[in-house]
């Protein structure tokens, strides 16, 4: 697969990123590191996923593929922020909201650090 920099950010990445909003809802462990194994041996390497997914249980799929499937540093990972859990998923960009929404994704992610926020 296709790499593009990212701006001038030194990072080089595929022009698929791998979606994960269902992770830890519809497709399960197994088949989310199926999904991540396939998507990898394709020549990918930007995951995309939010705090939102289904309630923070994407990126803890996530966190616990790093390491066993493939390691942190071949991966560049996506998330975001500024809704609210809840009916309505109120928009929220306060500072606060974002500190403590990026502390809980690093947590559940299981890194110190993500590529694009």
């Keep these: ?4 920099p990212l701006g001038r950010s030194g990072l080089a990445v595929s022009r698929l990123a791998l979606g994960t909003m269902t ?3 519809d497709t399960d462990a197994d088949d989310a590191a ?3 194994k396939s998507y990898l041996d394709a ?6 996923t939010a705090d939102v997914y289904a309630d923070g249980d994407a990126e803890s799929v996530i966190g616990a593929l790093l390491g066993s499937l493939v390691p942190r540093e071949e991966l ?4 975001k922020a500024g809704l609210r859990p809840g009916s309505g998923r109120r928009r929220d960009g306060s500072r606060g909201h974002l500190l ?3 502390e809980a994704s690093l947590r559940r992610l299981g890194t110190d650090h993500v590529d694009l926020w």
């Design 100 to 102: 403590r929404t990026l």
């Design 23 to 25: 992770w830890g809802r």
């Design 76 to 79: 560049l990972i996506a998330t």
């Design 43 to 48: 020549g990918g390497n930007l995951i995309d």
């Design 34 to 36: 199926a999904q991540l």
């Design 1 to 4: 697969m296709q790499q593009r």
